[in-house]
């Protein structure tokens, strides 16, 4: 992404802080795994998302005035050529201008005075924090032990969520974001298309992963937008298997929930498929239905409609398909088969932060996710594809990997698909 994108968010954002404010985002800090091993660095999303600049303990510093203006300075670690040696390169000043046009740089051991100063000087009545916390018993972020820090030292300044505001904008995808997207899903398809014709009874769950992951990367070094879920014949039942350990029995199917990214922008998306490249007839009864109710949304989705609708139509239709298919007795009994909702939305996180929406818009993109799971008949699988909301309807970014029964025994066959 170009400096001005990234500009750009940060103007968007300024736009909705209340004069006389002080916003201050960081970007996180390592967390130990053991010993001196850490766990791979990830850099806070809404900050990736701001600034560019992906690199544990940086800060982002935003001061907007009585008459709006605002002065933005970023705070990076300082160069150590000790420190580089063992753990690689530090983001530099020229690199916090190139990457996302920050051209006021200070360094991090520098921030607490530039804060004290700030905070001090009168002129600022609130300060916003990205206090975002997927649960409370998380452990605290760096937003949250500055917080506990505001309310002694600076109790006049009134603190505020900066990821209620964030989350607007993450939710509507801008065009550079969703040729990102596109980008990822052209990954997401090959990697999918190399498990399925890799597929033969009697393969690990592992196997099939090697193949996902080998095929991610010969595009680069990012490898998986999130912990794979590859699964086969009983742990299929389990919505979010990570244990690789199963085999693919003959006549089991596979299902996969993967999604490749690019540009931090991911993408998500599951298929199943027998492991020996046949559909059996009740394999074909179910698929048939996912693949109905998820043609059915995306002829249906479109600006206006309310959110809860796209999840709700997913789960009428698919009722419908499945009572006429004599499997389903009652609509009201969905729920022994579909065991999750299906619309939830991704970008820079795959169940993307954004702000839940009342109404589809243009730029949305969420997945359509069908998952049946029988267990009687020993056959669960999802059908997960994504969806970009345009001006009229909606689009499938994900519709070049196999999706039709056709489009996939034939790929598990002949060994070649054609991505479109
Ligand atoms: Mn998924």
């Not at 990234?6 to 002080?22: A, H, I, P, V, W």
């Not at 980008?183 to 090697?210: D, F, N, V």
Request: hydrophobic share 40%; glycine share 8%; proline share 4%.
């Amino acid at each position: 992404m170009d400096s001005s994108y990234f500009k750009g968010n940060r103007q968007r954002l300024y736009e909705m802080l209340e004069d006389n404010s002080l916003l201050v985002l960081f970007s996180g800090r390592e967390v130990r795994k053991t010993n001196d091993e850490f766990y791979p660095f990830y850099t806070q999303r809404s900050f990736l998302y701001l600034t560019g600049l992906d690199g544990p303990e940086l800060i982002l510093l935003a001061a907007k005035d009585a008459a709006g203006s605002v002065s933005e300075k970023i705070f990076l670690q300082p160069a150590d050529p000790m420190i580089e040696r063992w753990n690689g390169r530090r983001i530099k000043a020229d690199e916090a201008v190139a990457i996302g046009g920050l051209d006021a740089v200070d360094y991090v051991a520098n921030f607490n005075t530039t804060l004290h100063r700030m905070a001090t000087s009168g002129r600022y009545a609130h300060i916003y924090l990205d206090l975002f916390r997927q649960d409370p018993a998380d452990r605290d972020t760096p937003a949250h032990l500055l917080l506990q820090r505001l309310g002694s030292d600076y109790p006049y300044l009134q603190v505020k969520n900066a990821d209620a505001l964030i989350r607007k904008l993450r939710l509507i995808k801008q065009p550079c974001e969703i040729e990102a997207i596109r980008h990822a899903e052209r990954i997401t398809a090959e990697g999918i298309t190399a498990m399925m014709r890799g597929s033969k009874p009697g393969m690990y769950e592992y196997q099939y992963k090697a193949l996902w992951d080998f095929a991610l990367a010969q595009h680069g070094p990012q490898g998986s937008a999130f912990p794979s879920i590859i699964s086969a014949g009983q742990n299929n039942f389990c919505i979010h298997y990570h244990g690789y350990t199963g085999q693919a029995k003959d006549g089991d199917m596979v299902l996969n929930d993967v999604g490749a990214w690019w540009d931090n922008l991911m993408t998500d998306v599951s298929r199943g498929w027998p492991c020996n490249g046949k559909f059996s007839p009740r394999q074909k009864l179910l698929y048939e239905c996912a693949l109905a109710t998820s043609n059915h949304m995306f002829e249906t989705i479109r600006p206006g409609m309310k959110m809860a609708d796209v999840d709700g139509g997913i789960r009428a239709y698919n009722a419908q398909c499945l009572m006429d298919a004599g499997v389903l007795d009652k609509a009201e009994h969905i729920g022994k088969y579909m065991w999750h909702g299906g619309a939830h939305h991704v970008g820079y996180d795959v169940h993307d932060v954004v702000e839940t929406p009342e109404l589809v818009a243009p730029g949305m993109v969420f997945c359509v996710d069908v998952g049946i799971y029988h267990e009687e008949w020993g056959i669960g699988f999802r059908l997960e594809d994504n969806c970009l909301v345009t001006e009229n309807g909606c689009e499938n970014l994900s519709i070049c990997t196999p999706r039709t029964i056709q489009q996939i025994e034939d790929t598990m066959r002949s060994g070649v698909h054609a991505v479109s």
